[in-house]
């Protein structure tokens, strides 16, 4: 049992450059989230997908998309990075009824140039 | 807009001491408040869950409590060890929307 599980664990790109951030999670969450903490600052969430095949935007969406590929996976892209994206990024999965509790991968740790 | 405050920013305290952690908002219609620990360049581990009906819950030496009404929550932690140094967060839960405070970077010394 893995729990929630992220890929790459860093990542350097130079700015425009484009790439996905991959999430898994083998406890049967329904909901799943992606956030982004800066130093300083509490993490802030990007995206969620309360269920398989919908997704909504969280407080900071503007330059992501993701995908809920199936009721395991949820992807983050970055279309075209810029050095303000430079954060670390967690994905994160929870039950859709009873406590909602939250379970975290380890983080992305991206760095843009 | 939801609001989550900790205060202090950082503590240090010597080991054995027993400490209180704040954690403030500013909309108390949430559905529940989690407190979570986080390592240096680690994910966040999941210490305590209060529900919005629930006044407090209890896990080995720690103990969070929650007063939706004063938009307060507290994280108590008994008889501090240096294993315990670590960033503590709060956040809260309205609908699908978490939000989190900034932390609290607590060190015990030996």
């Known amino acids: 049992n893995a729990g929630v599980t992220q890929t790459p664990k860093f990542q350097v790109l130079k700015t425009g450059q484009s790439m996905t951030l991959q999430c898994a999670q083998d406890m049967n969450h329904n909901s799943m989230y992606w956030y982004r903490q800066d130093p300083g600052m509490g993490l802030r969430l990007i995206y969620y997908s309360a269920s398989e095949g919908t997704t909504d935007k969280g407080e900071v969406p503007n330059g992501y998309n993701v995908s809920r590929l199936n009721k395991r996976e949820f992807s983050l892209r970055l279309e075209s990075a810029a050095p303000s994206q430079t954060s670390v990024y967690f994905c994160a999965s929870s039950g859709s009824s009873g406590s909602y509790e939250q379970y975290f991968g380890p983080g992305t740790r991206l760095t843009v140039t | 807009k939801q609001e989550v405050t900790q205060i202090p920013a950082a503590l240090s305290v010597p080991e054995g001491e027993n400490l209180v952690l704040n954690c403030s908002f500013t909309d108390s219609a949430i559905y529940n408040l989690q407190w979570f620990r986080q390592d240096p360049g680690k994910g966040l581990t999941s210490l305590l869950l209060i529900q919005s009906s629930q006044r407090e819950q209890t896990s080995g030496r720690l103990n969070a409590s929650l007063d939706k009404s004063s938009g307060r929550s507290t994280l108590y932690i008994a008889a501090s060890q240096p294993g315990d140094s670590a960033t503590y967060l709060c956040?809260?839960?309205?609908?699908?929307?978490?939000?989190f405070g900034a932390g609290t970077r607590l060190t015990v010394k030996p």
């Open positions: 956040a809260v839960r309205i609908n699908n929307d978490m939000r």
